[in-house]
């Protein structure tokens, strides 16, 4: 069996934290790397405080095979995330050519003035290496197993376009729902911990949904092995059957 | 001025890691948080990992003057936070009388049969005070000072209402919006670090936009002096109207 690739998320940005922006680039990063056969394991929403974010990259470059860090590389005051990230491997960092000369060809095409506010976005650490963005140009990096993006959700994904190629994956865990309409999850608690004894290899899950004049739960199962799955779907979607509702197979996944 | 009171969010589940569901409590949260004067300076997301449960809680709990957990206290197997939060206190955990009574008289009126697993959700540890539940019956608890929810997010909303009148809110932090469309956060990079420079009190963002044929920065001003602010407002008014921009100050916040 191969083996387990983990993965953190560190989302940075006072906005997040104050309620001003729902961060979406979790559920971004997490779809993209799961075909890939990297699990998030953790992530971690950050204020815009050089220290806390220098110290959580290190924690978790240490604790997990990769970092995803969205947010702060803008060009203004509050953009710290390049030099934290340069801070938490002790690294040098100040306007390096190659990314300058990025943003010189970028905004030669356009009317845009590369002012000192835009060169902040060519501060890249010693050592690292550029991630391509075929957004709005500025780049992220890659300095040893952190990968440093934007916060912009549409820049995120064009970034990674230019990360998934430089990853490892491991084990590619696969999931499957069992929709339970009208399903009491207080009713298959006992048999879905049952299940989940005699199927250690699998994880399952207990989604339950409120809504008004609508309730239900999802039943989900993770694992690496599409054999076992396929036997998972098959006693959950009896598990249903057996509390009077009517599964549904969600096919996509 | 007041003291600033600092909080944590905890969001706990697989499937906020797996990309499978999209976190909505952390907004929440933070919105009813920001008028009591309390600001989310920390957020983490976490897996279904006893330990990882208990050494996260155990750490913000210490470092942070509140924290507030979502998820994994309903009725099956993979509904852990109870526990994990009892251990990070090194509080015994088992069925309390209370919050039995809560769930007996919630089924009574119900066909709904009161199942070992649902038993799971009246685990409540040793000296925590119980959290109302106006929705499906099941409490949440406080613990010290750490409050621990649901995971859905129309009981989190349910279930801050009876959490706000235990808090002990500091000085309320006030946010003001410029919205600039067509301006270009680089031109105004310089400027805006000036402002922050001068107005050290008050902490300035900008936050870029880019869709198709629309794009453009939000100026966003946070502080709890409410003249300073307007002060500030003006400034930034300023700062677009001199990069050619028309200007909108956000009524409502």
Redesign the interface.
Known sequence: MSKTVSAA?ALI????????????N??????FL?PVGI??????????DHE?IASAVRDLARTYDYVFTTGGI?????DITADAVAAAFGRPIDIRDDARAILEARYAETD??L????L??ARIPDGASLIDNP??GAPGFQLENVFVMAG?P??VKGMLQDVGHRLEGGAI?L?RTVRGKGL???????A??TL?DAMPEL?????????AGDNGANL?V?GVDANALDDAVAALVELVKAHGRNPEVDPTN
């Open positions: 998320v940005g006072d906005e997040l934290l104050s309620g001003r922006t729902q961060d979406v979790l559920k971004t990063i997490a779809e799961a699990q998030i394991a953790e992530a971690r929403v950050l204020s815009d806390r803008g060009p203004t005051h509050d845009v003035e002012t000192p506010a835009r902040r976005m957004v709005s912009v549409v820049i865990v999931s009491r999850e207080g009713d298959i608690g006992e879905l911990g989940q994880s399952f899950g207990s989604y339950p949904w409120f809504r989900v993770r």
